[in-house]
T-cell receptor, first 110, second 113 residues
Framework: GQNIDQPTEMTATEGAIVQINCTYQ??????LFWYQQHAGEAPTFLSY????GLEEKGRFSSFLSRSKGYSYLLLKELQMKDSASYLC???????????FGAGTRLFVKA | GAGVSQTPSNKVTEKGKYVELRCDPI?????LYWYRQSLGQGPEFLIY????????DSGLPNDRFFAVRPEGSVSTLKIQRTERGDSAVYLC???????????FGPGTRLTVL
């Protein structure tokens, strides 16, 4: 079966740094994605990791360790607008059939 | 440029009825995906098209669900004999190739009474 685990909720303070962890156990691996989803809206693509290591993109960074089945999303200089759900997703086939975790709801407080 | 569009945005139907949900992907995107999402959950994979063919339909829950993409662009998800458990937001996404990030449409909220 496919299993993707991430914390259900997190709270952080405006201006701070937060790390959202994701662990996965899947039948195949062709890359790991992070998406942001605001309430009532569609997911938007944040990052894609297929090799081990850290990918940085502005205030957002994503890390992958394939041997550990582990990834994290790092958000720096948090803003109120970062309050959203963050979805960890794994492409399990070469055709990019993608399995999503349930998402982590991040609350940013002033 | 135009993003992924889906119609209708909301669909209310009665148990046992047939519904069609439409997706217009970003122009030039060859890969198209259908998901459904229930409250508090991540999107659940249904089917993936590469061009006109269904490359992977392993996520379709049963034979009441069917999807087509006859000309390699617009796709229609068809649900026969709808059940209350089919109520969810149905999301469509496209990507330029079979890889990289997917671009999602706003979804169709289906409610089966």
């Amino acid at each position: 079966g496919q299993n993707i685990d991430q914390p259900t909720e997190m709270t952080a303070t405006e201006g701070a740094i937060v790390q959202i962890n994701c662990t996965y156990q899947t039948s195949g691996f062709n890359g790991l994605f992070w998406y942001q989803q605001h309430a009532g809206e569609a997911p938007t693509f944040l990052s894609y990791n297929v090799l081990d290591g850290l990918e940085e993109k502005g205030r957002f960074s994503s890390f992958l360790s394939r041997s550990k089945g582990y990834s994290y999303l790092l958000l720096k200089e948090l803003q109120m607008k970062d309050s959203a759900s963050y979805l960890c997703a794994v492409a399990i086939t070469g055709g990019f059939k993608t399995i999503f975790g349930a998402g982590t709801r991040l609350f940013v407080k002033a | 440029g135009a993003g992924v569009s889906q119609t209708p945005s909301n669909k209310v139907t009665e148990k046992g009825k047939y519904v069609e949900l439409r997706c217009d992907p970003i122009s030039g995107h060859t890969a198209l995906y259908w998901y459904r999402q229930s409250l508090g959950q991540g999107p659940e994979f249904l089917i993936y098209f590469q061009g006109t063919g269904a490359a992977d339909d392993s996520g379709l829950p049963n034979d009441r669900f069917f999807a087509v993409r006859p000309e390699g662009s617009v796709s229609t998800l068809k649900i026969q004999r709808t059940e209350r458990g089919d109520s969810a937001v149905y999301l469509c996404a496209s990507s330029p190739t079979s890889g990289g990030g997917q671009f999602f449409g706003p979804g169709t909220r289906l409610t089966v009474l």
